[in-house]
């Protein structure tokens, strides 16, 4: 028999899990593969502030030399945030860091494995995986969803990013039985924009209200994540029309530069930061607080029906 995984916690997320407190997983690969050092680094600990402030504990999940980690001190952050040759596991490959003793950090996807594995039903990002421009041909969507549809946890996110097809992003949820839920409004959010121009499937205005949602779900039974969608900030907005013409000259750099499978979303987000002058980095960041306020929000809710 093969022995259950082990995950190395650190004493806050041990204590608040066994006291049934809210807690809130984190990924890592927005700060290995997402954002550049050292802004990656503040915006990890600055997204753990934020988490504590709400009065819930944050979980960073990643893996260190073969070890799954569910909280990392500032240390572990600041060695991960300038690591280089660092895995971007999903799904695929998140067994073979642990079973090669490699160091990887976790996408949506093998984040929603490990915080469910943990015992953690909420986790927090800047955007999910999904279907990409031109899958019709590169067969590229995301293993996120997939996972959003097999593994129950509630994944808070600002949607999907506008270099993916949000369309066939949100056609290829509802195929697979994800309800998304945007956040106080009608409209879909697209990561750097409030509004993506689309209708979203489901809306919800409070943290009880999603709290609720859950639990109705889970008395059905059989359920798979779910993705809430919450728009970021007005303040902190860049407009969808000034994103687009940045987005177009992305994609053409990829399609010119060959660029596939893993590479894709990383290589994206890089040409984009530098495309917008740093400005998406600085939307980026603020999305990704917003969205951890909530989940913490979220996580208590879900904490208080227990008891
Ligand atoms: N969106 C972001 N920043 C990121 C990612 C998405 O704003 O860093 C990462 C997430 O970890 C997501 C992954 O799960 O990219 C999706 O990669 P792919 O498209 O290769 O599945
Ligand atoms: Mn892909």
Redesign the pocket.
């Known amino acids: 028999m093969t022995a259950p995984i082990r995950i190395e916690k650190t004493p806050e997320v041990a204590e608040a899990l066994s006291l049934g407190r809210p807690v809130v997983a984190l990924?890592s690969?927005?700060i290995t593969?997402?954002?550049p050092w050292p802004g990656n680094r503040d915006m990890a600990l600055e997204v753990e502030a934020a988490i504590r402030a709400e009065g819930a504990v944050p979980a960073t999940i990643a893996v260190i030399e073969g070890k799954l980690h569910a909280g990392l001190d500032e240390a572990a952050i600041t060695k991960l945030a300038r690591a280089k040759d660092v895995m971007?596991l999903?799904r695929a490959d998140f067994a073979y860091a642990l079973a090669e003793g490699r160091t990887g950090?976790?996408?949506?996807?093998a984040?929603m494995m490990a915080a469910r594995l943990a015992g953690i039903s909420v986790f927090a990002?800047?955007?999910?995986?999904?279907v990409?421009q031109g899958a019709s041909e590169s067969f590229?969507i995301?293993?996120?969803l997939d996972e959003l549809a097999r593994t129950p946890v509630i994944v808070v996110s600002a949607g999907a990013?506008a270099i993916l097809d949000i369309p066939k992003t949100l056609e290829a949820l509802e195929t697979r039985g994800v309800p998304v839920v945007a956040y106080g409004q009608d409209a879909m959010p697209a990561?750097w924009s409030r509004d993506s121009g689309l209708k979203a499937p489901l809306r919800l205005d409070a943290p009880a209200a999603i709290a609720r949602f859950e639990h109705a779900r889970r008395a059905l039974g059989g359920h798979g994540g779910m993705l809430v969608a919450n728009p970021v900030p007005e303040a902190d907005e860049i407009p969808a029309g000034v994103m687009k013409i940045h987005i177009e000259t992305a994609l053409s750099r990829a399609a010119e530069q060959r660029i596939e499978?893993?590479a894709?979303?990383?290589f994206l987000?890089g040409e984009i930061l530098e495309l917008t002058g740093g400005e998406s980095l600085r939307t980026?960041i603020a999305l990704v607080l917003n969205n951890a306020r909530l989940a913490a929000r979220i996580a208590a809710a879900l904490a208080a029906e227990r008891t």
């Not at 950090?105 to 996807?109: C, D, N, P, W």
């Not at 990002?125 to 999904?130: M, V």
């Open positions: 990924e690969t927005i593969h997402g954002m971007k999903s950090a976790t996408t949506v996807a984040t990002t800047g955007g999910i995986g999904g990409h590229d995301s293993a996120d990013k990561f499978a893993k894709v979303t990383p987000l980026n």
